[in-house]
């Protein structure tokens, strides 16, 4: 493998912010994303308590069913002593989702790592699963690339609106039947067999969205000890039962703060990207139908889709006694894991940190202070035969995500084409031109009727001669189709739908090119989080 880090663009106007603005950092955020705030935030958690012995036999009972490896049970019984947590989370995707999941969790691993060597403490991996998030359609699909043709594969199953990705099941057989069908786009290696072989034995043993999710991370990540905690887990939701009280006590504060926030975001051209309300209540009822968001209304916690009304004593009794009845959205989250874990830093990507910058008021309620943000690292695998394609054709990283490839194959088409073959075509075209000018001038220029059938005559002609010009580059298109093809590789295994490939492809399609040490081998490279983007030969 060779690493070559690649300073892209910056897209996102609050990553651009986040990168270079210290006055915008210190606006939204408690802390900087620099060494000598590792300290300063560990210092910070010492004087919190943490409901660690109540945590760790949580996450444990959680990650018995997948398989505990000796490094996971040792961060296990630091996380009880006196160990803090890196955290990064994602949903619940297909195949570990696309290759940005995976991309999170080498963060976490390798941030906590480098943290743990230098404050000399014990810094913990923590994957948190979005497991209580209810919309299947961002979950139930792969990517494949083939022949140059991307698609968008869906699992074809019924799955029951606004049911909680950990809640939502799925058809065995059906699900077996589908990653054979994602395996098959891939095309045989002598990795295949294996590799989906363990796809579907994680099948056998799963049926959630979630089960399946941390069934093939767990297996990628075992070694390096990385927890799982899912957050629709029931016995979190006990753990969190103190915690919800508190965000109820506190509701009206964090909704007026985050509006507050947001009202200024927009102000500076960043947008609205919760467009929160001031009677948001940023918690949900897990009723019979599936998460239902509750809105404060004249001193009641309210759903009118559902039928929901609760005062606020009742609220606070569902807490308490039932809190695996409440969820939180994506406001209150991150101060839900800030409670139950000693989060050092947060890893997360650009669409996280937008959401991160609106709550540092909502924490300060709540009498904390958020954790180090760290944008999550940004990786393009580069498989051999797409490597040795952009050398051929001459092109760049740089100018795939520019939109030259499409130049450049036109530019190689033409290269190709038969120029005597379309000379001729042109002159005939000419030729044909004047023979009926010559006949337009024998007809009086009374007889329209006549007039109209020529001009018809004349551009069925054309038609034709452009028929000709459309087969003959068809013709030279099939006949140097290989060559053309590598312009599709380049393209569509680089830059899929126009945007980076860890947003859309599954790393099973580069292990079963690679081998199933993909995961292993990516974690033992030299990757700093310096806000560079990372090719990755492999």
């Known amino acids: 493998m060779k690493v070559e880090n690649i300073a892209l663009q910056e897209q996102n106007k609050v990553m651009q912010s986040y990168n270079h603005d210290n006055e915008f950092i210190h606006t939204y955020f408690d802390y900087e994303n620099k060494e000598s705030s590792y300290p300063e935030r560990l210092a910070e958690l010492s004087t919190r308590n943490f409901k660690r012995k109540q945590l760790v036999e949580t996450v444990r009972s959680f990650m018995e069913p997948f398989g505990i490896s000796p490094t996971a049970h040792k961060h296990l019984e630091e996380l009880e002593e006196d160990a803090v947590t890196v955290v990064g989370g994602q949903q619940a995707g297909i195949l570990t989702g696309p290759l940005y999941s995976v991309h999170k969790a080498i963060s976490v691993i390798l941030l906590a790592k480098k943290q743990r060597q230098t404050l000399g403490v014990p810094v913990v991996p923590v994957f948190w699963v979005a497991g209580e998030d209810h919309d299947i359609d961002e979950i139930n699909h792969v990517y494949t690339n083939v022949a140059g043709r991307i698609t968008k594969e869906k699992i074809q199953d019924k799955f029951v609106l606004k049911l909680m990705a950990s809640d939502a099941t799925f058809d065995q057989v059906e699900m077996k039947k589908y990653v054979e069908t994602i395996f098959s786009r891939f095309g045989e290696t002598s990795n295949t067999k294996p590799l989906m072989e363990d796809v579907l034995a994680a099948v056998d043993k799963e049926n959630t969205f979630t089960g399946f999710f941390v069934r093939l991370m767990n297996g990628l990540f075992a070694e390096e000890g990385l927890l799982f905690i899912d957050s629709a887990y029931k016995p979190l939701r006990e753990l969190e039962s ?31 990207p919760f467009d929160a309300e001031g009677d948001a209540s940023h918690l949900f009822y897990v009723h019979e139908t599936g998460r239902m968001l509750l809105t404060r209304r004249d001193e009641f916690y309210v759903n009118d889709s559902a039928g929901l009304r609760f005062t606020t004593e009742e609220m606070l009794e569902i807490a308490k006694e039932s809190p695996f009845l409440l969820s939180n959205n994506v406001a209150t989250r991150p101060i839900m894991q800030d409670l139950i874990f000693p989060v050092l830093a947060f890893v997360g990507g650009p669409g996280e940190i937008t959401y991160w910058a609106l709550l540092k008021e909502a924490f300060h309620q709540i009498g904390i202070k958020m954790p180090i943000i760290v944008p999550r690292l940004s990786l393009t ?158």
């Open 242 to 272: 103190d915690y919800f009280q508190l965000l109820i006590h506190e509701s009206e504060n964090i909704a007026a703060a985050i509006v507050d926030k947001e009202s200024m975001f927009d102000s500076e051209g960043y947008g609205r």
């Open 381 to 538: 695998l580069v498989p051999r035969d797409t490597c040795k394609a952009l050398k051929e054709k001459s092109l760049t990283f740089q100018d795939v995500i520019s939109g030259e490839v499409a130049g450049a194959r036109a530019e190689f088409i033409a290269t190709l084409q038969n120029k005597q073959f379309e000379q001729a075509v042109i002159e005939a075209e000419k030729v044909l031109k004047k023979e009926y000018e010559k006949i337009s001038r024998t007809i009086d220029s009374d007889e329209r009727m006549m007039k109209d059938i020529l001009k018809k005559n004349l551009n069925f002609h054309k038609l034709q001669f452009n028929y000709l010009k459309e087969k003959s580059e068809e013709a030279v298109i099939i006949k140097h189709e290989v060559a053309l093809r590598k312009f599709s590789l380049i393209e569509t295994d680089l830059y899929p739908n126009n945007g980076l490939q860890e947003r859309s492809y599954t790393p099973y399609k580069y292990m079963n090119v690679y081998g199933p040490t993909l995961i292993k081998d990516l974690l033992e490279l030299s990757l700093e989080f310096d806000g560079t983007h990372k090719l990755i030969h492999i």
